[in-house]
């Protein structure tokens, strides 16, 4: 299995709070992206990044910002959480072959975040 | 890139094989199609992919029709622990990111 880990796994908040997921990765892997599930959606992209320090908006990515400072951290914060924003929040990690993006990604194990 | 089209649901009894089918009819050249499947409640798994040739690996088939316009995900032997979610994703070679549609729960059953 791909060595990725999410963090919290579970986290119950109020509305108006600030929340933080980490996602860590110990494969050296290039690219990272953060996605939230949520019934009757899918899976869809919230963030994702390409490089240290460089990364890009996905298709749902109002109220999300992200950092990724080194290589093995990508960090997804919610600066004020709201009830919409309750949901199962997947990491994944991929690699690059001769360069480029493999198109093969790992998933982490998942983080459900409940706003009250 | 590409839209596919997948059917929301499908069963297969268990040892038979299960056929998935994708239709991706706007697939332009450079597109790969991409297989992955979602077991409840864990994050996805990449089964396989393929350009334009028929893949195999341990896991499944992938067969690509000469015109590119549809693929068939095939697990040759379904047992209970293939029922998931599969979805089929076509990118463009050089691209770096991954959207995933809604997919087809498949149900294997005695």
């Known amino acids: 299995d791909a060595g990725i880990t999410q963090s919290p796994r579970h986290k119950v908040t109020e509305t108006g709070t600030p929340v933080t997921l980490r996602c860590h990765q110990t494969?050296?892997?290039?690219?990272m992206y953060w996605y939230r599930q949520d019934p009757g959606h899918g899976l869809r992209l919230i963030h994702y990044?390409?490089?240290?320090?460089?990364?890009d908006k996905g298709e749902v990515s109002d109220g999300y910002s992200v950092s990724r400072s080194k290589t093995e951290d990508f960090l997804l914060t919610l600066e004020s959480a709201t009830s919409s924003q309750t949901s199962v929040y997947f990491c994944?990690?991929?690699?690059?072959?001769?360069?480029?993006?493999?198109?093969?990604?790992?998933f982490g194990e998942g983080s459900r975040l409940t706003v009250l | 890139d590409a839209k596919t089209t997948q059917p929301p649901s499908m069963d297969c009894a268990e040892g038979r094989a299960a056929n998935l089918p994708c239709n991706h009819s706007?697939?332009?050249?450079?597109?790969?199609v991409y297989w992955y499947r979602q077991i409840h409640s864990q994050g996805p798994q990449y089964i396989i992919h393929?350009?334009?040739n028929n893949e195999t690996n341990e896991m499944a088939s992938l067969i690509i029709t000469e015109d590119r316009k549809s693929s068939t995900l095939i697990l040759p032997h379904a047992t209970l622990r293939d029922t998931a979610v599969y979805y089929c994703?076509?990118?463009?070679?050089?691209?770096?990111?991954?959207?995933f549609g809604t997919g087809t729960q498949l149900k294997v059953e005695l």
């Open positions: 994944a990690i991929s690699g690059a072959i001769a360069g480029a993006f493999s198109g093969e990604l790992f």
């Open positions: 494969e050296n892997h290039r690219y």
């Open positions: 990044s390409y490089g240290v320090k460089d990364t």
């Open positions: 706007t697939i332009s050249g450079n597109e790969y």
């Open positions: 393929g350009l334009k």
């Open positions: 994703i076509v990118i463009t070679g050089g691209g770096n990111k991954l959207t």
